[in-house]
Structures are given as C-alpha cells and as structure tokens.
C-alpha cells in the first residue's frame, strides 16, 4: 500500500500501471555486461568489462563491439598481462576479426598503454578502487588512462553500482532522455540505466518500436 501510494504522488493515477508494467519489461532486458555472460562479482570479470566498456565506447555498433569482446575472449586476451603479452600486431588482428575495423590501430594502442599503465600504478582494477576517495575521484582515475573518457568510465561503472561501493556515476544524458520518453520516474534511473541506454541504441535509434521490448507501453509503437 505504501508502494503504492508513493507511485501515485509521482504520477497521475492513470500512468501507474503503465509505469508499472515499464520497469518488469525494463527488468527483463539484460544489461550488455549480463549479455556477455560476465558475473561483476567477480573482480576478474570486472576487468573483462572494463574492456568492453572500452570498445562499446567508440561510435560503432554493439553488435561490433560485442562480437569483438567475444573474439578477445575466445582468445584469452581478457586480462591485463595477456594484452601486454599480446602486443600491438596481434591486438589489430584480433579486433579486425570481430569486425571493429574502423578503430582498430588506434584501440590497439590504446589497450597496450591501459594494461602498461594500471599494472605499474596500482596493480589492477581493484586497488585502483580502493585508492579512490570518493565516486569523483574514481571516475578520474579511470580517465586518466589514454583512451578513456566520460562515454566509456559511464558505461564502465553504471553496471558496478552495487558492487563497487564508490561506483555511482552521473546518469547519462540518453538515460535520462529515454526514461523522460516512456514515462519512468526520475527516481528509478539510475536503477535501470543500462536498460535504458540499451533500450534507445537499439529500439528508439534504430526505428524499431513495433519490436520494442516495452510492448504497448512502447510511445513509438504504432497502434491499429
């Protein structure tokens, strides 16, 4: 009743069953991490999508960037010895097979000075958190690597809230644009990012709304 009650303060009575059934089809979407088969629980895993948030990060598709993780993977080039280990020729061959072509001396490069870099000032991803004041000065250690900027250290940490206690980064502008767009309070965003980004990449961008995971509730879907 109280749930209840809180809804209908936020919304007109007549939206709070839509809103409702927003957030079950919301839940049922998988974030890219989960998609990926990673568990966030585990600090290896972390790593491993800390190199798919680098690659999402680009402007090229998620089918790209997926598909170019699942190569790295395929090759046990998912930790930071490994991609050292790798070098910069191998790296290019690898995200040229998932197809990441258009950026793919320039991610080489970037992947080798990430992996150089947090092995010699922290070790791994985990003492880098740990040295971390606070949310803001995690988000400016992970941006001091070359490379990495807001678009990627969101995408990183959005999925790490919850697990990482200082991971709590600002809602991206196409979250909240997205959340206004079908009606879900401000409130829930940060609980639903992922979510939400995925939802406008995939749906909203690509005119997809008679596909739209969201049903009915979906304001792009056409109705007969």
Same mark, same amino acid.
Request: hydrophobic share 45%; charged share 40%.
């Given at each position: 009743m109280l749930l209840r009650l809180t809804f209908k303060c936020e919304l007109p009575t007549n939206l709070w069953w839509c809103c409702l059934s927003v957030k079950q089809a919301l839940s049922k979407l998988p974030s890219y991490s989960q998609e990926l088969g990673l568990d966030l629980n585990r600090p290896a895993d972390r790593f491993k999508w800390f190199l798919a948030a680098i690659?999402?990060?680009?402007?090229?598709?998620? $089918?790209?960037?997926? &598909?170019?993780?699942?190569?790295?993977?395929?090759e046990e080039l998912t930790t930071p010895d490994a991609i050292l280990d790798a070098g910069w020729d191998r790296l290019v061959e690898v995200l040229d097979s998932g197809g990441y072509t258009r950026y793919d001396f320039s991610t080489a490069t970037t992947l080798l000075a990430i992996a150089k870099t947090l092995k010699e000032k922290y070790g791994n991803l985990e003492r880098l958190h740990a040295a971390s004041k606070n949310a803001v000065?995690?988000? $400016?250690?992970?941006? &001091?690597?070359k490379g990495v900027g807001p678009v990627g250290v969101n995408i990183f940490l959005r999925e790490l809230r919850g697990v990482w206690g200082k991971a709590n980064p600002k809602p991206s502008v196409m979250a909240v644009a997205t959340a206004q767009k079908i009606g879900l309070p401000l409130k829930d965003i940060e609980r639903f990012e992922s979510q939400l980004v995925r939802l406008n990449l995939e749906y909203c961008k690509r005119h997809r709304g008679s596909e739209c995971p969201l049903g009915d509730n979906c304001p792009d879907r056409t109705h007969g």
């Open positions: 690659l999402f990060a680009k402007r090229i598709s998620a $089918d790209i960037a997926k &598909e170019t993780f699942w190569q790295f993977e395929q000065d995690l988000e $400016d250690r992970l941006q &001091e690597f």
